[in-house]
């Protein structure tokens, strides 16, 4: 997993260790954007819930306590892995000999990214808590 937090806005505060509020379809009103906010997995890691605490712990990095969701995206990747197997060339008695060798596995993997806004909103409560596990919450 990659992630990425960056300051954007003139508003510095320091990292947060309560909740973040969590919102999908727009910001909530009357929000400071505190900074972008990127992460991306791979393969077995590539799901909404290994990104969202992960998302969370990096706006509360930010001092953020709503984060907005801006966009989720996957696509597929083809990649390849070197695997070291072993070849059989049999003689003209039916001796076979072993050789091993390297060679390129190709492998389709999904990749996930979501990227979206580390925010301070005015109306959202302040409850302490960890910022990872943060309650899913859709906009009213």
Not at 39 to 50: I, K, L, M, P
Not at 60 to 79: H, K, M, P, T
Not at 88 to 111: F, K, N
Not at 117 to 125: F, S
Request: with cysteine.
């Amino acid at each position: 997993m990659r992630s990425n937090a960056s300051r954007t806005g003139a508003l510095k505060l320091p990292a947060r260790s309560g909740a973040v509020g969590i919102y999908t379809m727009s910001p909530p009103p009357g929000a400071d954007d505190l900074g972008i906010v990127e992460v991306q997995a791979r393969g077995d890691n590539s799901a909404v819930e290994t990104l969202l605490p992960e998302f969370a712990r990096r706006v509360a990095e930010l001092g953020g306590n709503a984060a907005w969701i801006e966009q989720v995206s996957a696509r597929f990747q083809i990649v390849s892995y070197m695997a070291r197997g072993i070849g059989y060339t049999c003689g003209p008695r039916d001796a076979c000999l072993g050789a091993s060798a390297t060679y390129p596995y190709p492998r389709e993997i999904m990749v996930v990214s979501m990227r979206g806004h580390a925010l301070r909103a005015p109306n959202q409560p302040d409850v302490p808590g960890k910022a990872a596990s943060a309650p899913f919450e859709e906009n009213p």
